[in-house]
Structures are given as C-alpha cells and as structure tokens.
Nanobody, 114 residues
Framework: VQFVESGGGLVQPGGSLRLSCAAS????????MSWYRQAPGKEREFVAR????????YYADSVKGRFTISRDNAKNTLYLQMNSLKPEDTAVYYC????????WGQGTQVTVSS
C-alpha cells in the first residue's frame, strides 16, 4: 500500500490549491478514503473523508464550506480542493484509507502566507 501526495505549495490567504493523492497496492474503489493534516508542533488531525463510491462526504468543522474532497476510482486518485485558504490551514497534508493504520506517505506541504 502506497500513497503519493502532491499539489501543495505557497499560496496567499484567500487563495486556492488542489491536492492529489495517488494510491496503489490495493483496490482503491473498495475503500473509503480520508485526508489528514499536521501543522508544525501539533498533532495530525482529520480533514475530510469520502466513501468508496463518492456518495458520502464528511468534513472537519474547520474546513467545512471551503474544502471539497473527491475521487476518481478509474485513476486510483483522491483529491482535495481547497478554497478560501487561511494561514491556519498551513500544514503537511496526507491521505490514507479511512480507519486503517496504513503507513503514511511523504505528504505535501501547504503554506498559506502573505
């Protein structure tokens, strides 16, 4: 099982980014997937999750209305569209199968700063 996150970068407050997570080593379409993030000096926290067929999504209160999780099962890829970014969204973002102890990928750094 492997996850490769990408799409992070430096963006000004109010800006947008789209993260991607390429998954391999398992049947992607059978699993719910989640995004997590870890800010400097803080514990890793849940951001959003999506069911295997995209019928159900759930968000942390801190990102609700600004972030959108989606997936493309044909491409084994998970996405996170992040709009109206705030400095407090600065973190390394990771993906993983929901409710598992999969090894974390390298993550992708998102920095929101003017």
């Amino acid at each position: 099982v492997q996850f490769v996150e990408s799409g992070g970068g430096l963006v000004q407050p109010g800006g947008s980014l789209r993260l991607s997570c390429a998954a391999s080593g398992f049947t992607f379409s059978l699993y719910d997937m989640s995004w997590y993030r870890q800010a400097p000096g803080k514990e890793r926290e849940f951001v959003a999750r999506i069911s295997s067929l995209s019928s159900v999504t759930y968000y942390a209160d801190s990102v609700k209305g600004r972030f959108t999780i989606s997936r493309d099962n044909a491409k084994n890829t998970l996405y996170l569209q992040m709009n109206s970014l705030k400095p407090e969204d600065t973190a390394v973002y990771y993906c993983r199968r929901t409710g598992t102890n999969d090894t974390w990928g390298q993550g992708t750094q998102v920095t929101v700063s003017s």
